[in-house]
């Protein structure tokens, strides 16, 4: 039963780290080379604001509208 339970421990240790190192991956990922470095805020009707319309139109958000300027 010890075995057991330091197992699942070890295992679910492992899975913790995997879910932290992803999430590190895509938070840190390079920005797109493509879109330039212009501060021109969109909302889309996906609901979310991209920083310029090039990072929408990369993510296929459709009806995108300048946001708070």
Same mark, same amino acid.
């Given at each position: 039963?010890?075995? *057991?339970?330091?197992? %699942?421990?070890?295992?679910? +240790?492992? =899975?913790?780290?995997? $879910?932290?190192? =992803?999430?590190?991956?895509? *938070?840190?990922?390079?920005?797109? *080379? @493509?879109?330039? =470095? %212009?501060? =021109?805020? $969109? %909302?889309? #009707?996906?609901? @979310? $604001?991209?920083?310029?319309?090039?990072?929408? #139109?990369?993510?296929? *958000? @459709?009806?995108? +509208?300048?946001?708070? %300027?």
């Amino acid at each position: 039963m010890k075995r *057991a339970r330091q197992t %699942i421990t070890q295992l679910l +240790v492992v =899975a913790a780290a995997a $879910v932290v190192i =992803a999430s590190l991956s895509v *938070a840190f990922a390079a920005p797109s *080379a @493509k879109c330039p =470095a %212009i501060y =021109a805020p $969109v %909302i889309c #009707d996906n609901g @979310k $604001v991209y920083p310029n319309q090039c990072y929408a #139109d990369q993510q296929h *958000a @459709k009806n995108c +509208v300048p946001y708070g %300027i």
